[in-house]
């Protein structure tokens, strides 16, 4: 009976620890928490309607994750990426991603890849002009992982994880105008575009194209947008 008790116990642990992890981690891809933010744990505990040791230990996941910052004094901050960081990690994702993509096409029509891709990314199709940054990347994070769900590498999918492109272009969200939105847009119908012809150089290229755009972007943005 007292062992049942503590498997119940551990078992509603870990369903509030999962809750508040997946919580804090659409809080902040989808702007509610900044880049550089402090996750305060007073304010949390009374939002999510929990204790202290659930919420540290969700905070311990999504900085295994890359998404926060354990600091010293400060507690739980949402990562802010240096320039450096930044660029690097760009040139990491490119590579990585270019795999994935060249994969994917050549993938496309194993089991139902066609139509689950197809799904996934119906949302860059729809031709009013992105308006709201939050959306956009919401839009822009389920057509990157569209790519990585389909290439048929686990091993591709877990490293993927750990460079976090939603978090890098949430940064840069601040100094984007609807013209970059735009131009992002029609890369990304383009990459599409390859993926379902299963043209593996056409995909890659494009996709180079696309990031290497969006890192030419980080180029440009002002020093105070990134981490000193």
Known sequence: MERDLEKNGA?????????????LRQGILNSRYAPGQRLIEADLTRDFGVSRGPLREAFRRLSAEGLVQLVQNRGAVVRRLSYRETIELFQIRTSLEGLAVRLAAGAIDEGDNRDRFSKAV???????????GAAYHEENRMFHNAIFDICGNAQLVELSKQLQLPLIML??????????????????RAIAKAVLDGDGDAAEAALRTHLNRASEIANRMPTSIFRK
Do not use: K
């Open 122 to 132: 119906q949302q860059i199709w729809v031709e009013a002009p992105r308006t709201s």
């Open 11 to 23: 078992a509603e642990r870990g369903s509030t620890v999962d809750r508040l992890v997946e919580g």
């Open 171 to 188: 940064q840069l969200s601040g100094a984007m105008t609807p013209r970059m939105y735009d131009d992002s847009v029609a890369e990304h």
